[in-house]
């Protein structure tokens, strides 16, 4: 390989003081020797911006961005995605952070299969600030790259980790980007579209460290029931996915009582939330609960 091929990795950053700077040192210290590094604070109120900074000062290497008030997830990956120069293109998260030969070994296995459009990894899991042996992927994940085709398993919700894949930079441009109608999850539509343009593999071993803690964004953002049912929605609405039709109907049927639950136990959530909720009603007559949630909640849209 005369010239190595630049990976792009965007770490979008957000309130992660107390790990940002190594995520951002984790990739300054990868064994790929082409990186082209963007970090972008989405308008952090903790000491994030600092802490960047320094690194910044001290061993440069990578484009900070920041300045601009919080815009969510989806879009500061589109932002990286535009001004990517690297033909492979990656997510690291603000609190996780790589092995060192992370990047290089996806790297290879894209340069060696041509026809893949992905490659994912295995990781460890890190709780707090200590790293154990415990894997993140479980058995129904290791089954998305040995199914014939991954997309019913990915419909009912297995999904693979997204921050550990690896992907070509100009499919995800031909695919559009991220959708900015959801919040923060990047694992729901793109797995699925990226299995349409091609093939995705995986790499078994854990080339990824991905932190557990207080603050997760995956964890302490509560629009998941939303977006859920916008996937399914948007999903319905493309001829693309016709064959799965059934599976999307189902699915959007049961996204539609979480949200229903979601409402009676929250005594009314929110009025986006209860007025989304409405869209149920063709679903009503297939499940009694499903009614019962709807005539509660009819009257508050």
């Known amino acids: ?3 190595p ?15 940002v700077g190594q995520a951002i040192e984790s990739v300054l210290d990868q064994s ?9 604070d989405d ?19 990578f484009r900070f961005i ?25 997510e690291l998260a603000s ?6 030969d992370s990047v290089e070994k996806r790297v290879l296995f894209l340069e060696e299969h041509a026809d893949h459009v992905a490659v994912f990894t295995d990781g460890f899991s890190v709780q707090g600030n200590t790293l154990t042996d415990h894997h993140i992927l479980d058995a129904k994940r290791r089954l998305l790259f040995t199914a014939e085709d991954p997309i019913p398993l990915l419909l009912q919700g297995t999904l693979p980790v997204f921050a550990t894949g690896l992907f070509r930079t100009k499919t995800m441009r031909d695919l559009g980007g991220f959708d900015p109608h959801f919040r923060c999850y990047e694992d729901l539509e793109m797995p699925v579209l990226l299995c349409r343009a091609g093939k995705i593999g995986q790499l078994p071993e854990p080339l990824f460290c991905r932190r557990e803690h207080g603050t997760n964004t995956s964890t302490s953002t509560p629009t998941i ?5 916008y996937w399914y929605q948007k999903l319905l609405a493309n001829p693309d996915f016709a064959e799965y039709t059934p599976i999307l109907r189902r699915e959007l049927q049961r996204a539609y009582l979480r949200l229903g639950r979601h409402l009676t136990a929250t005594r009314g959530g929110t009025a986006a939330e209860r007025v989304l909720f409405q869209g ?17 909640w009819r009257k508050k849209a």
């Open 225 to 229: 029931k939303s977006d859920k049912i």
């Open 43 to 61: 308008g952090s109120t903790d000491k994030s911006v600092s802490v960047i900074n320094d690194i910044l000062g001290q061993r440069g290497g």
């Open 5 to 19: 091929p630049i990976v792009t990795v965007v770490i979008p950053a957000y309130n992660h003081q107390d790990y």
């Open 280 to 296: 149920a009603w063709p679903y009503a007559h297939k499940d009694i609960r499903l009614l019962y949630h709807l005539l509660k």
């Open 1 to 3: 390989m005369s010239s």
């Open 32 to 40: 790929w020797p082409a990186i082209d590094l963007i970090v972008i």
């Open 95 to 100: 609190d996780d952070f790589l092995p060192k």
């Open 66 to 90: 920041h300045g601009h008030p919080n815009q969510g997830l989806m879009n500061s990956l589109n932002m990286a995605l535009e001004l990517a120069t690297g033909v492979y293109f990656c």
